[in-house]
């Protein structure tokens, strides 16, 4: 049975998230090109602007994939995309620095971060799904 028809609130939450990835993209890209104005690197910033960005790309795949998943891996997914947007943001707009570090660094760390977040969520939800399925099998 379809989760969305079981608990209408996931569709809004998935709205919601989408709608909040796609505005911390848009908003990590212009952090980075703001910050790299000087570079005269076309391609340095071009690389910056691809790994600030993998991220979101990454959370927006799994989020065109996910909806065979069941609910509880949705939803952590939902609050990942959440995390990853807001922290993001954050870091790139210098609410969150580390003392005597360049600029850059958050920009090289975050994606990292964020990387590092989406393995351990990969790492639960596989727990979460063969839990559940080693349930459904047994009754």
Do not use: C, E
Request: aromatic content about 12%.
């Amino acid at each position: 049975m379809n989760d969305s028809k079981i608990i209408p609130g996931i569709s809004l939450l998935r709205a919601i998230a989408l709608v909040v990835i796609v505005i911390a993209a848009a908003g990590s890209v212009w952090l980075t090109l703001y910050m790299g104005r000087k570079n005269s690197s076309i391609l340095l910033i071009a690389l910056f602007v691809f790994w600030v960005l993998s991220p979101f790309v990454a959370l927006f795949v799994a989020d065109r994939i996910s909806k065979s998943w069941n609910f509880a891996t949705r939803v952590l997914l939902y609050v990942l995309m959440f995390l990853v947007s807001i922290v993001s943001l954050a870091a790139y707009s210098g609410l969150l620095h580390v003392p005597d570090t360049k600029p850059a660094f958050m920009f090289l760390m975050m994606p990292l971060l964020s990387w590092f977040l989406i393995a351990i969520f990969v790492a639960v939800a596989t727990l979460l799904s063969r839990k559940i399925t080693g349930r459904k099998q047994r009754q």
